[in-house]
């Protein structure tokens, strides 16, 4: 079965970098798209970022331009978003998603929590 | 591009309930579903309108006209109490645009 398996998060210092990873399986990794999704405590989903199969097309949210970088590796199956100069406002949990052929978010991972003290 | 929703809905067992999602022209848009219960990741509930995911149940589906895309809910059980979520691509930016979610409080 698809599987999206989210690793990297915890607690980080305000100014502060993280790098979040997910490893998928039961699927064919390079043939879809993948997303960054987050949710911050008691609150609702905020798209962050998108990434094409070869990685030739990416865009991000404008709050995270520039600050969120996305990459993939192909052949270990995995994506991952780089996190520079975190602020108190980017704790959330952060989810990796597949997309499907429609720019629906078929399967999620559980989410990693990513918490930034000021 | 902004998809706005109520916060809350509420729905007694057995009846139909509806959430809504407004947008702007949203009928020429492809509007989907999500479903999160507590402490869950969201689970794809509705595709492309209409469309459910194998595994999803009958008693949910979708609609789009106008300005407004709708979730519906019939028969309605507790296990549906969840917070729902739409979703649409927006063409013009590429971004991946959710509404602001709803929670569906089952009486």
């Known amino acids: 079965q698809v599987q999206l398996v989210e690793s990297g998060g915890g607690l980080v210092k305000a100014g502060g970098s993280l790098r979040l990873s997910c490893v998928g399986s039961g699927f064919a990794f390079s043939d879809y798209y993948l997303n960054w999704v987050r949710q911050a405590p008691g609150k609702g989903l905020e798209w962050i970022s998108f990434?094409?199969?070869?990685?030739?097309?990416?865009q991000y949210a404008d709050s995270m331009k520039g600050r969120f970088t996305i990459s993939r590796d192909n052949d270990k199956n995995s994506v991952f978003l780089q996190m520079n100069n975190l602020r108190a406002d980017d704790t959330a949990v952060y989810y990796c998603a597949r997309e499907g052929r429609g720019q629906w978010l078929d399967h999620w991972g559980q989410g990693t929590l990513v918490t930034v003290s000021s | 591009y902004e998809l706005t929703q109520p916060p809350s809905v509420s729905v007694a067992p057995g009846q139909t309930g509806t959430i809504s999602c407004g947008g702007n022209?949203?009928?020429?848009?492809?509007v989907h579903w999500y479903q999160q219960r507590p402490g869950q990741a969201p689970v794809l509930v509705i595709y492309?309108?209409?469309d459910r995911p194998s595994g999803i149940p009958e008693r949910l589906s979708g609609s789009n006209s106008g300005n407004t895309a709708t979730l519906t809910i019939s028969r309605v059980e507790a296990g549906d109490e969840a917070d729902y979520y739409c979703q649409v691509w927006d063409s013009n930016t590429d971004y991946r645009v959710f509404g602001g979610g709803t929670k569906l409080t089952v009486l």
């Open positions: 492309n309108d209409v």
């Open positions: 022209n949203i009928r020429s848009k492809s």
């Open positions: 990434i094409s199969t070869r990685g030739t097309a990416i």
